[in-house]
């Protein structure tokens, strides 16, 4: 069974989003998962039910978080309350992602593990062509 992720970010960090749905496109292409964000609205769709059936289906939910994430009255009061809801039935994974510094440790997210893309490079560098080349010479040494 493929992982339902939704993306709950502010529009702000858009670009921060768009960079780990690239590096999650091996788990996409491998069917492991299926991604939705609210950029995948159809234009004349109720904003809010379109966002509410998503998360509804949504088995892990993912908060891109930064400065104007935790600001947002509408996410608070939308995404995170339901999230959290279905989080305590045991219906979703709630897993909160540091993309920016904020005060995520005065929030809800607080009482979660969180991972924090901002203390190493996120997504991760990818080893040089000359790295990889002498790292095998060494190894076929041994």
Not at 14 to 28: N, Q, S
Not at 51 to 77: C, R, V
Request: with cysteine.
């Amino acid at each position: 069974m493929a992982w339902q992720i939704f993306y709950s970010y502010a529009h702000e960090d858009d670009e921060l989003r768009k960079k780990l749905v690239t590096f999650l496109g091996p788990l996409r292409q491998q069917k492991l998962i299926t991604e939705w964000h609210d950029r995948m609205i159809d234009p004349g769709t109720d904003w809010d039910r379109g966002i509410h059936d998503e998360l509804s289906k949504a088995n892990l939910i993912l908060f891109l978080l930064g400065p104007e994430f935790l600001d947002s009255d509408y996410i608070f009061s939308v995404e995170v309350e339901a999230a959290f809801e279905r989080m305590k039935r045991g219906e979703a994974k709630v897993v909160p992602i540091l993309m920016r510094p904020c005060l995520w440790d005065r929030s809800p997210f607080s009482e979660l593990q969180i991972i924090h893309a901002t203390r190493r490079r996120f997504p991760p560098r990818v080893l040089s062509t000359k790295r990889s080349e002498r790292w095998r010479r060494r190894s076929a040494r041994s």
